[in-house]
């Protein structure tokens, strides 16, 4: 009984991905195959450091590509992009990992910290052998129901394992040497889709811009390699974190503006979104190491 009460308040081991799949591909030398999912801004800021990850542990990579299944050799590790996609709300990720277990089926796939509810039955239902990082509580509970334990992780949203002293975010820094480390304002970015919080009141004196709107991550097609290409990649990051940078206050919905703000010093101010996304990271990632920055609002 005390066992069982003492792991009810022990707290889940966090485990960085790219560690574990540079262990993993090590161990079973494994190929990796990387797959984006369609999205946007803040989208393209988990794909920029999920290259960065790899590239820094020496992962070698091939981008997915609509013949991925007849370049298979059967040691590949199927490698999905995190976010906010894997939800009943939208289906990219979920078609993809029907194409994969129709294609290759029995494959070894890898989804990057993600949040997810309401799609343990199809997971389930899936012929792979899926190891998933959660990027917050609610979501390992989720996925527990689904998956066998020890293929289920407790992890961060994969953009806070960025590294901004990159030589690719060279524009960000220049204009921070600009700046000289002035900036005045608010900026307003409330999502304007079916995602955006409940309780905050966009007024016309807000300005209101949806920076994640602004440019998307270049791929229309799940199997894209379009939503891929490095260099645009680090392009619209760069655009991302030169947009923020002149302003003092940023308030959004929008989960990566926020994040992208906190990795650049700003004060956020962070409203949920829709369906809990935000506060759940909040509460796993964020409210230790940037309490002094974030404040949350439900």
Not at 31 to 46: A, E, H, M, Q
Not at 64 to 85: H, P, R, T
Not at 182 to 190: D, E, H, N, R, V
Request: aromatic residues 10%; positive net charge.
């Amino acid at each position: 009984m005390f066992a069982k009460v003492r792991k009810m308040f022990e707290k889940e081991e966090i485990v960085n991905p790219f560690d574990w799949i540079k262990s993993k591909v090590t161990q079973e030398d494994l190929d990796v195959v990387l797959f984006g999912s369609p999205g946007n801004l803040g989208d393209t800021l988990i794909v920029a450091a999920t290259i960065q990850c790899l590239e820094n542990r020496d992962i070698a990579y091939r981008v997915g590509s609509e013949q991925y299944d007849s370049e298979a050799k059967g040691n590949e590790l199927y490698v999905i992009m995190g976010g906010g996609n894997y939800i009943p709300l939208y289906n990219s990720v979920k078609s993809l990992l029907e194409h994969l277990a129709r294609k290759v089926p029995g494959a070894k796939v890898v989804i990057l910290p993600s949040s997810s509810f309401g799609m343990e039955k199809h997971l389930k239902s899936l012929d792979l052998e899926i190891y998933f990082f959660c990027r917050e509580q609610e979501t390992l509970k989720s996925i527990n129901k689904a998956l066998p334990k020890q293929n289920v992780f407790l992890s961060h949203d994969a953009a806070l394992y960025i590294d901004l002293q990159d030589a690719k975010f060279k524009g960000m820094r220049n204009l921070r040497k600009v700046l000289k480390g002035k900036s005045c304002g608010t900026l307003y970015a409330i999502r304007e889709d079916r995602e955006k919080t409940e309780n905050f009141k966009v007024e016309k004196h807000h300005k209101n811009i949806d920076v994640s709107s602004l440019r998307t991550n270049r791929g229309a097609a799940v199997l894209s390699k379009h939503a891929i290409i490095k260099d645009l990649v680090f392009e619209d990051v760069n655009f991302m974190f030169m947009y923020l940078l002149p302003f003092d206050e940023i308030v959004s919905d929008r989960l990566h503006v926020c994040i992208a703000g906190l990795l650049l010093g700003k004060k956020v101010t962070m409203y949920d979104n829709s369906y809990g996304k935000l506060s759940n990271v909040y509460k796993n990632s964020l409210v230790d190491k940037y309490k002094d920055n974030i404040d949350l609002k439900l």
